[in-house]
């Protein structure tokens, strides 16, 4: 009876494996999209941005200021402020089920 336990015990951890592979081959590419959004979108640590000394300076060219001619000063300051949008009705929220997705297929595509 131990012999079969053990055997038993030894067939479940490769089925786990195998599933763990299969996942992982065949939704790889569309899970590390997805973390890598997830990191992108996490705070940064401000210990670990560079400091404006650090940075490099040589690389960005610095572009010399264009001047506006007098007649696009005159237009600019005629410019009239957009109107404000007209009021929205605030959209109701979506009750969501237990049994159904929250993400959608386009979530996990490129």
């Given at each position: 009876?131990?012999?079969l336990n053990t055997l038993i015990k030894i067939l479940t951890?490769?089925?786990a494996v195998a599933g763990a592979i299969y996942i992982v081959a065949?939704?790889?590419e569309?899970?590390?999209a997805w973390a890598k959004r997830m990191l992108a979108s996490l705070p940064k640590c401000p210990c670990c941005e560079p400091d404006a000394s650090e940075q490099d300076w040589e690389e960005?060219?610095?572009e010399a200021?264009?001047?506006e001619a007098p007649a696009a000063q005159a237009e600019a300051a005629e410019e009239v402020a957009p109107e404000?949008?007209?009021a929205q009705e605030p959209t109701?929220?979506?009750a969501v089920a237990e049994h159904e997705p929250v993400a959608a297929d386009s979530d996990f595509a490129e």
């Open positions: 009876m131990k012999t951890a490769l089925a065949t939704y790889g569309q899970i590390v960005a060219p610095v200021p264009v001047e404000a949008p007209a109701p929220e979506v």
